[in-house]
């Protein structure tokens, strides 16, 4: 617009050029002091005045506006560029923080438990997960039923049955014992139509023989050929090397059998890896036992199975299980692996979040917010860091082109209000004031665990 403010009037040709373009230029000012055009807020809910915090690693935008309408974001952004629209629903939310609803690529659900599992879930505004291998009974079918609208839950990512050595850990795991028999069951786990192939390359402190190199060439080959990307459960620094020579780019967990030197970190940059630490679950077999007052959490305690919860509610078992020997190995794998993830996060490798919900002591939804604290505190990231691993980063593990994850026109109205700053606390993420999915504002309960039927 200053071109304008220099033009001289013409003695010429074009005696009206001046006054139109003065004409224009008041007209411009004008505009620009009403500011952006007003939107028709008919039928949409607006949060106005919160900060929001986009799940991108973007800085936060104070008194931001963001628009739903339907199951999509409209519009989002500082007040100043989105003006709070004429009509709809007003959230006032002035003093609180939106982010994004929390990604969790790590969970295992138990047959008949699902409904209860999701429920806790949402009611700590996880609202995508993804089920890394353990789908038996009727977990499968109850994920169908999810995806089709006809139960309660978060958007679900499936894996099916993951593969382990016949004899290996876990146990219950499709456990090929030739490279054709490998390929064989990739391709029945393609017809059922799997977002994931998951594989368990640990030998469970040495109490278990571990899949074989070969079989594990083989499974993500036959993957590659369908099109399905590959996770796998790792310990030891040499199989992160062989995996990543079959094609691998996914991990749970971390290398806990020493340092990683140079090499090791130049590798993980160059091909892109991805850790998903669940550092929270690592240290689950001694961090209640340490931290009784877990046991008076409503939240812990409603997402723990009553036998687990009746046996760490035993003074006794805590004492055992602070010094069994299992514990002390796991403590110094423990200090490795978060070594390990520092040394990642500092080189730029991506961290996603995956709690292993589901899996020892990892109370659903519970657990996510645990991991975040551990990725910060054990882990080394910064909490704006850690709601990324849950945000953006956890969603592009998810799928190539996700409309979750992150706060952005025309994504899911996944959001989550919390009362508190999570930056300034990473545990304000459990303060939460109210559970937006998909445009939709939660009723927000603990739900009971099932009774068994009579």
Request: aromatic residues 6%.
């Amino acid at each position: 617009m200053k071109w304008l403010l220099s033009v001289r009037r013409p003695s010429g040709r074009h005696p009206v050029l001046f006054p139109l373009l003065a004409m224009a230029f008041v007209a411009a000012m004008a505009a620009c002091a009403q500011g952006p055009p007003s939107i028709d807020g008919a039928g949409t809910i607006t949060i106005a005045g919160a900060t929001l915090i986009d799940g991108t690693g973007a800085p936060p935008v104070e008194d931001a506006v963001v628009i739903v309408r339907g199951d999509r974001i409209e519009r989002a952004g500082s007040r100043q560029d989105v003006p709070v629209p004429e009509g709809g629903e007003v959230i006032e939310a002035a003093g609180k923080f939106l982010i994004p609803g929390l990604v969790d690529v790590h969970n295992h659900y138990r047959d008949g438990l699902e409904e209860w599992s999701w429920g806790l879930q949402l009611h700590a505004g996880v609202l995508t997960v993804r089920s890394l291998g353990s789908d038996h009974g009727q977990t499968p079918t109850m994920i169908a039923e999810a995806r089709a609208g006809n139960v309660a839950a978060p958007r679900i990512f499936t894996a099916g049955v993951g593969f382990s050595h016949p004899e290996g850990f876990p146990p219950g795991k499709l456990g090929p014992a030739t490279e054709e028999e490998a390929r064989e069951m990739v391709r029945e786990l393609a017809a059922q139509e799997v977002d994931r192939i998951k594989m368990w390359v640990d030998t469970f402190l040495d109490t278990r023989p571990m899949i074989e190199p070969g079989i594990r060439a083989a499974v993500a080959d036959e993957a590659a050929k369908h099109g399905i990307p590959v996770s796998a459960h790792i310990f030891f620094e040499d199989d992160v090397w062989q995996l990543v020579d079959a094609g691998v780019r996914s991990f749970v967990h971390g290398v806990r059998d020493g340092e990683v030197d140079d090499d090791f970190v130049a590798m993980a940059q160059e091909n892109g890896l991805t850790f998903a630490p669940a550092l929270g679950q690592a240290k689950t077999f001694w961090w209640v036992a340490e931290h009784p007052e877990l046991l008076e959490d409503e939240e812990f305690r409603a997402g723990i199975q009553p036998p687990a919860l009746e046996r760490l509610l035993d003074l006794e078992n805590r004492a055992a299980m602070l010094a069994s020997e299992s514990t002390a190995k796991r403590r110094v794998a423990f200090d490795y692996m978060a070594k390990f993830i520092r040394r990642m996060n500092e080189a730029g490798v991506v961290i996603t979040l995956g709690s292993d919900s589901g899996a020892g002591n990892i109370a659903y939804g519970w657990g996510t917010h645990h991991e975040l604290e551990a990725l910060v505190d054990d882990g080394g990231l910064t909490p704006l860091e850690a709601l990324v691993a849950a945000g953006a980063a956890a969603a592009a593990e998810l799928t190539d082109d996700p409309d979750f994850g992150s706060v952005a026109e025309g994504n899911a109205a996944d959001l989550v209000l919390l009362s508190a700053d999570p930056l300034a606390d990473i545990r304000n993420t459990r303060r939460i004031d109210r559970v937006m999915q998909a445009g939709v504002w939660l009723e927000r309960s603990l739900p009971e665990f099932p009774q068994p039927a009579e």
